[in-house]
Nanobody, 124 residues
Framework: QVQLVESGGGLVQAGGSLRLSCAAS????????MGWFRQAAGKEREFVAV????????YYVDSVEGRFTISRDNARQTVYLQMNSLKPEDTAVYYC?????????????????WGQGTQVTVSS
């Protein structure tokens, strides 16, 4: 049974930083593609970042490029999202996802497994 548990969300002022963590179990983590999505109130869930395996390129949505960094620790079976220079428009519930069924990483429907989400609120 695959489980993804996010942590690290909270309230931060604009310009601040947070690091989200997603602890995974029940899957072969070192070969799993992992991703982060977010969903703001009243909006659809959107792709944020994807990481395939160590050494391969990571991809980000344009709005977070240069501010967010996705990384992974295979020994800890954990994927991270370091978020810097946060803006009020980054406010959302952030979800960890695992094991996409295709290379269309930005497509919500391609991901097999999801965490429960962690709230990030950025005040202005």
């Amino acid at each position: 049974q695959v489980q993804l548990v996010e942590s690290g969300g909270g309230l931060v002022q604009a310009g601040g930083s947070l690091r989200l963590s997603c602890a995974a179990s029940g899957l072969t983590f070192r070969s799993a593609t992992m991703g982060w999505f977010r969903q703001a109130a009243g909006k659809e869930r959107e792709f944020v970042a994807v990481i395939r395996w160590i050494g391969s390129a990571n991809y980000y949505v344009d709005s977070v490029e240069g501010r967010f960094t996705i990384s992974r620790d295979n020994a800890r079976q954990t994927v991270y999202l370091q978020m810097n220079s946060l803006k009020p428009e980054d406010t959302a519930v952030y979800y960890c996802a695992a094991d996409p069924m295709s290379r269309r990483s930005a497509d919500v429907n391609t991901w097999r497994y999801w965490g429960q989400g962690t709230q990030v609120t950025v005040s202005s």
